[in-house]
C-alpha cells in the first residue's frame, strides 16, 4: 500500500441523535486516525457521490442505517452499489434492524456487512473496535 495516500475518512450515515452521539463517542475513545464524517439522513449520505465524483477522498468504509429519513439506507446501498466506482466501497449496515428482510435485501444489494447495533455500550465499543481494526486497518481496498 503506498504510505502517501491519506488516511480515509469513514462516513457515518445515521440519524438518531443518541445512536450518533454514541457511536462518535466510540471512535473518539478509540482514537481512531480516520475522520468520521456524518450524513444525517439517506439524502445527505447521497449528496457524497458528486464529491467523490470531484476528487473527494473516498471513504475507507460507510457506517450505514437502514431507517433513515428522506431516503432509506436501503435505497442509499442500492444507489452507491450501482455507481461503477462507488460500488467497491465497503458497506456496513449498523442497525437496530432485527427484520429479516432488511438483512436479505442489504446483501441482495451487495452490503458487505451486516450489524445489529448492541445497546449496551461498552458491547458498542466492541464493535467499532472490530470495524475499525477490519475495514479501516486490515481491508486492503482497491485505489
Known amino acids: 500500500m503506498n504510505a502517501t495516500v491519506a488516511v480515509p475518512p469513514?462516513?457515518?450515515v445515521e440519524d438518531n441523535p443518541m445512536d450518533l452521539d454514541l457511536t462518535l463517542r466510540a471512535f473518539?475513545?478509540?482514537?481512531?486516525?480516520?475522520?468520521?464524517?456524518?450524513?444525517?439522513?439517506g439524502e445527505e449520505a447521497l449528496a457524497f457521490l458528486p464529491r467523490w465524483e470531484a476528487g473527494e477522498v473516498l471513504p475507507a468504509v460507510i457506517l450505514l442505517d437502514i431507517n433513515l429519513p428522506k431516503v432509506n439506507g436501503l435505497?442509499?446501498?442500492?444507489?452507491?452499489?450501482?455507481?461503477?466506482?462507488?460500488?467497491r466501497i465497503p458497506v456496513v449496515v449498523l442497525?437496530?434492524?432485527?427484520?429479516?428482510?432488511?438483512?436479505?435485501?442489504?446483501?441482495?444489494?451487495?452490503v458487505n456487512s451486516y450489524i445489529e447495533k448492541p445497546v449496551n455500550f461498552s458491547k458498542f465499543m466492541?464493535?467499532?473496535?472490530h470495524i475499525e481494526l477490519y475495514w479501516c486497518v486490515l481491508n486492503e481496498r482497491p485505489l
Open 10 to 12: 469513514i462516513l457515518l
Open 126 to 129: 466492541d464493535v467499532v473496535e
Open 75 to 87: 435505497e442509499v446501498l442500492r444507489q452507491l452499489k450501482a455507481h461503477e466506482r462507488f460500488r
Open 28 to 41: 473518539s475513545k478509540k482514537k481512531f486516525t480516520n475522520q468520521i464524517q456524518v450524513a444525517r439522513d
Open 95 to 110: 442497525t437496530s434492524s432485527r427484520e429479516d428482510r432488511d438483512l436479505t435485501t442489504a446483501y441482495d444489494l451487495g
